[in-house]
């Protein structure tokens, strides 16, 4: 295999920017109208994920607040945590209702039956981590002043969060991925 000399080290072969993009993504260069409206919705699919990441941290610092609780270092581990959890609710909510948009469905219909499908798992997933921190959320022994501010943050974050992904994130979710009027069907990738 014949090199390039003026390669740098980290290149795995002397192949341009464009044909490595254009062999590891397909025609990813070109601009149909039925990519664009891909990337579009990847791309919102994607933000709406991240719309759980503020009302989670909002919901922690209410927490925090309405106990008396400092925003320390410890809470700010518990945002961290936090996030993590609301993160993957909105992640399982919306691949539900993108399995169902990719099998044919209308979005609609796809939103609403998506989020019925999906509603026990993020509850169950919110519940179950929220009842873990309620021991460190009422400790009152040594280490107490370090474990009250996580898991407060942990608790009010999650009720803020599973709200947010089980009402809000599907109607947001039909707004965003609703078609445009008059716009062909995409065409199913195999």
Known sequence: MATCSTRRAWSPSPVSRSALCS??????????PATRRRKRRCRATTLLVLANVPIAASGGV????????PLSISAAIGLIALFGVATLNGVVLLS???????????TEQAVVQGARDRFRPVLTTAFVAALGF?????????????????????IG????????TLL???ALARAVLAKPQGAAPVPRRE
Do not use: C, F, N, Y
């Open 96 to 106: 539900g209702v993108l399995d169902r948009i990719k099998s044919g469905e209308p």
């Open 168 to 170: 809000l994130l599907p």
């Open 62 to 69: 209410i927490a925090l607040a309405a106990r008396g609780l």
């Open 23 to 32: 062999a590891t993504h397909g025609a990813a260069r070109s601009s149909t």
């Open 134 to 154: 309620v021991p460190m959320a009422s400790a009152s022994g040594s280490g107490a002043e370090v474990q009250r501010p996580l898991a407060t943050v942990v």
């Open 157 to 164: 974050g999650l009720v803020t969060a599973t709200v947010l």
